[in-house]
């Protein structure tokens, strides 16, 4: 067994990441120890690099315990490279951890001199000298290597990065040359960020943390506002937001809502949220307070000016489209449904009930059907097929009522369609008894009947 990580008392005693378990005991007789629990730290370093999000979109996982972030574009935000990674390092030691960090031009040369020279910031195309003094084990090497550097008296980057490429790559792969080019500057490697960057997105930070839901409500209408802008330069709108709270102590909450159309209407995304604040089940905990809210468009579509929609009927459709969205704020999307249309002939296949914020627009549904003296081939009332007794002198049992027949038209034959599982057919009837009821059954093979609905 061999040691994963050591805290600062246990470095002075000279303990090191991979040093054996039993070396440890007997250098630090005391050592006290703990399992290691690998998926455990993966996931808090998946929770961290959500909350470095807030200090740059950009972030890249270097497990076991490291994390990228290109904050290019970003360092202005902070008051300046330095400033943003004295903040950087002070919020992380707020919520306990003992973090180190640099600032370079290459990925490979910020994490060699976050581990060997903390907090330094590393000015444009200064990569090579900055690296040229720290121990050749910054590289991250195989450790083979690592040693065959030693032997050969090459105890820093900058003796290695002395010699020449070609004497490199036939000493040690044109691997190692390649890393070493990374790290100096000479070649660039992009790190992959573990999110895609949305579109749109817009954030407000605050000097001191907000804790009250208007104040928070304000600033999230503030940011559809700045989002709005930006969505109509590009003639859309938003179908799926997101807003993020960043809580001060580390914790990140999501909460994302959705529109049956494309919208930018500043005034309707802060009422979603609000419907969406207020249906939570796990309330939203300010804790200390947030200090940074930022609003994301993750899905947006063309969207037509408000002002061309002219005409009630543009006007009503509108409103049943923010009615639903409301409504699934409150409820969630998957309890907000709308019957559409299915085309197949099977009678209970006709329909489906799907989403209302995504089914097509009401000019696509179904149209009502106009009056007329000839009697409708299906019924008003649909429902799942109960049994019907036939009796003599053309009668029948439905639900222990006993109806006499006056009218029968029919058969109408309804065979299973021929891709799905084989069904027996079925002979529809539409049936009139002597009080006027109108009823539509059918008889499968077996002389065995149905009632399937009733007509008005």
Known sequence: MRLTAVDAKAEWLGLQPGMALAS?????????????????????????ADWCDGYSPFVAMDAPRGLFLDVTGSTHLFGGEQAMLQTLKKDLRRQGFEVQAALAGTAMAARALARYRDEAVVPVGGDHEALSGL????????????HAFRR?????????ASRSRAELTARFGAAMVARLDTALGYAETPISPRLTLPPYRVERRFPEPVSTEAVMLACLKQLAGYLAKSLEERGEGARMLEAVFFRADGAIRRIAVETGSPTRDPALLERLFREKLDALIDPLDPGFGFDLIRLEALRSEACRDDAAQLGDKAADEKQIHHLIDRLAARFGSARVLAFRAQDTH?????????????AESAKHAWKALRRSAEAPRRPLRQMVPEPVS??????????????????MEGPERIAMEWWRAPGPARDYFRVEDDEGRRYW?????GERWFMHGVFA
């Not at 007997?26 to 961290?48: E, G, I, Q, T, W």
């Not at 099977?346 to 995504?358: L, N, S, T």
């Open 441 to 445: 059954l059918y008889k499968e093979e």
């Open 346 to 358: 099977i009678p209970e296949r006709a329909f489906a009930a799907v989403p209302a914020q995504y």
């Open 135 to 146: 121990p050749v084990e910054a590289l991250a090497l195989d450790a083979s290597v690592t």
């Open 390 to 407: 036939i009796l003599s002198d053309n009668r029948f049992r439905w639900r222990n009522v006993v109806h006499r027949i006056s009218r």
């Open 152 to 160: 050969a008296g090459l105890k820093t980057v900058g003796k290695v």
């Open 24 to 48: 440890a005991r007997a250098r630090v007789p005391a050592l006290k120890v703990m399992a290691a629990n690998a998926p455990a730290d993966s996931k808090l370093l998946a929770r961290l």
